[in-house]
């Protein structure tokens, strides 16, 4: 295959599994938020108290996430084929891949809400503030850094999975290493790909770690959250030393 | 300050269970604060101090008995739920309240702060921002409104918390152990902007402390409580008029022993009512008797003199009656320490020796 041909190949695949990624994502920040909010609210002592919702949504969390996710998508296959009317295609693998992200992104906002000083909730709760000021004056606000850090996790391993989704139909870069690669031992596809998925998941990592390394800059050092790759540290030059 | 109580509380009782146990941390507290008051709460840590303010604007809502501030019933008004409704909000959105870690929002600025109780009342962006810099004048920091809290001293974000508590116009600041995380000389100059606030505003303070010195500074009126309940409470001078008081002895201890046997040790206690004269050197001329001060806590509080004096009489107690029933028509309260005891200071038996 000529190296032009491959080009049409890998870009169209690139943008499928951006496609995925990207809208797979927003359904995990549309339900992941509120059930990781819910999550720490419903807990004991907290302003929505409430053990059997509490319960309830911890067990579903929990199930969610120990499926592994390639059965996750065999499962999926009705329920995808009903909302989007085919089971293939990267429109139709947003479906188990938002399905498989909103335990994990809610596990990860339940910590960090969780984090969240308790005084500052009664701080808001003896100027009159009630649960919505407390969710959106304070405790998202205060766990925006972790939120962050946590979301810039869920997008990677979403790109994993849609790699994986790619065994199964979904189009994608995953796709291209298997249909070219493995079928067609055609090695160079395999390279591409795989190169291609590290700069992508360097890229939001390094975005990720930029954006919360901002937002923690203004609470003080304290509450900045540990990052997941190292960017270089600035040299300190002979006169800064000095 | 005026008699109208600001703070009332009645048979204030809470219980915690966990399991089967259960701990009382009120036990029937019944305070009383009023009107342009500062009002210390002293404590040890257990002793239900905390339990007590959080019970004030029922971020603690108490088993039973009733809470009223500014004419409210809050416990009425509250209803049975746990969770607060509209009326109790908009009620403690009048009650200012300041926390031993200031517990103030890192992602915002020091402005941005001061403007959340304002949000929360649905104050317009202008008027927010207006009443934020004014409060921030008030307490010194104008020069900060951009800054992060990270960015400022213990002090300085004590005194942000409290130009937040203000933000709301109340007309009562609650302290949660205010100064109990800040440095001796930062402590003092948040009891002195404290003080200013009540002054200037007619603000009524309730601070609930475990410092002697914090009462001692600002008070007006304190209360003593131990294992949740309060054992003393009143004016600095109705406790120092209580024979016996605790908080009076704390307040203004006095120590040291007859420096012979032949002498008479009195302690004087001046409740600010007395004539503002000079009492002690008054007697010594008058009857020519030689006045020793043995110790001495004393404050001038608007002018007038408020505290113990230990002074030592020459000659033995039956030698002393006239010159003790003077300072007793200067309207002093005296108390003759350990009469035929031996002297031991700390526990000094007061013996109230018989007016005449």
Same mark, same amino acid.
């Given at each position: 295959m000529s190296w032009n041909a491959m080009q049409s190949v890998l870009s169209t695949a690139t943008l499928d599994t951006l496609f995925m990624v990207w809208w797979s994502t927003v359904w995990a920040v549309i339900g992941g938020l509120p059930v990781g909010i819910l999550l720490v609210l419903t807990g004991p002592g907290r302003q929505l108290q409430n053990s059997a919702v509490n319960k309830v949504l911890g067990a579903v969390v929990n199930v969610g996430r120990s499926i592994p996710f390639l059965i996750l998508v065999i499962a999926l296959i009705p329920f995808t084929r009903y909302l989007i009317g085919t089971a293939s295609g990267p429109s139709a693998a947003v479906v188990p891949l938002a399905i498989g992200a909103i335990p994990f992104f809610a596990r990860l906002v339940e910590t960090a809400v969780r984090e969240v000083d308790g005084g500052l909730v009664e701080a808001a709760q003896s100027m009159g503030g009630g649960t919505w000021t407390i969710i959106f004056k304070v405790l998202l606000p205060q766990a925006l850094p972790s939120l962050v850090a946590g979301l810039t996790n869920t997008v990677v391993t979403l790109i994993s999975y849609s790699a994986m989704a790619g065994a199964v139909g979904a189009n994608g870069l995953g796709s291209v290493a298997i249909t070219y690669g493995q079928q067609r031992n055609d090695m160079r596809f395999v390279g591409v790909t795989v190169v291609l998925i590290v700069i992508i998941v360097t890229v939001i990592q390094l975005a990720g770690d930029l954006v919360v390394r901002r937002l923690a800059a203004r609470g003080g050092r304290a509450n900045a959250p540990v990052r997941l790759l190292k960017l270089p540290k600035a040299r300190v030059t002979a006169d800064e030393a000095a | 300050m005026t008699d109208i109580p600001v703070i009332t509380t009645t048979g204030l009782t809470k219980v915690y269970r966990s399991g089967d146990r259960e701990v009382t941390a009120l036990d029937g507290v019944d305070l009383h604060v009023r009107e342009g008051e500062v009002y210390g709460v002293i404590g040890q840590s257990g002793a239900g101090k905390s339990t007590l303010i959080r019970c004030v604007n029922l971020l603690e809502r108490p088993t039973s008995g009733t809470v009223t501030v500014a004419g409210q019933d809050l416990t009425e008004l509250a209803g049975r739920g746990q969770r607060a409704n509209p009326a109790l909000r908009a009620a403690r959105s009048h009650i200012g309240m300041v926390f031993q870690h200031f517990n103030l929002l890192s992602s915002r600025t020091v402005q941005d702060n001061i403007e959340l109780p304002l949000e929360i009342l649905k104050v317009g962006r202008r008027d927010r921002a207006r009443k934020a810099l004014e409060l921030l004048d008030l307490v010194g920091l104008?020069?900060?409104?951009?800054?992060? =809290?990270?960015?400022?001293s213990g002090g300085q974000k004590q005194r942000v918390g409290i130009a937040r508590a203000l933000a709301g116009d109340p007309k009562v600041l609650l302290s949660d152990e205010a100064t109990s995380a800040l440095d001796p000389e930062t402590t003092r100059s948040i009891l002195q902007l404290l003080r200013d606030l009540n002054r200037q505003l007619g603000l009524t303070v309730l601070l609930i402390t475990h410092e002697m010195d914090v009462v001692k500074t600002i008070c007006d009126s304190a209360a003593l409580m131990k294992g949740g309940r309060i054992v003393e409470q009143g004016t600095v001078t109705e406790l120092l008029a209580t024979p016996g008081s605790e908080l009076a002895t704390e307040l203004f201890p006095v120590t040291g022993e007859a420096t012979a046997e032949d002498r008479t040790v009195v302690d004087v206690t001046f409740h600010? +009512?007395?004539? &503002? +004269? =000079?009492?002690i050197s008054t007697l010594s001329r008058t009857y020519n008797v030689d006045v020793s001060i043995l110790g001495a806590a004393m404050d001038t509080v608007g002018g007038k003199q408020i505290g113990r004096m230990r002074i030592e009489l020459p000659g033995r107690f039956e030698d002393n009656v006239v010159p003790i029933g003077f300072l007793r028509e200067q309207g002093l309260q005296v108390d003759v320490v350990g009469r035929g005891a031996p002297q031991t200071p700390d526990a000094?038996?007061? &013996?109230k020796e018989v007016a005449k």
């Open positions: - | 104008a020069d900060k409104a951009k800054a992060y =809290p990270a960015q400022l600010g +009512e007395a004539a &503002t +004269e =000079p009492v000094a038996v007061l &013996t």
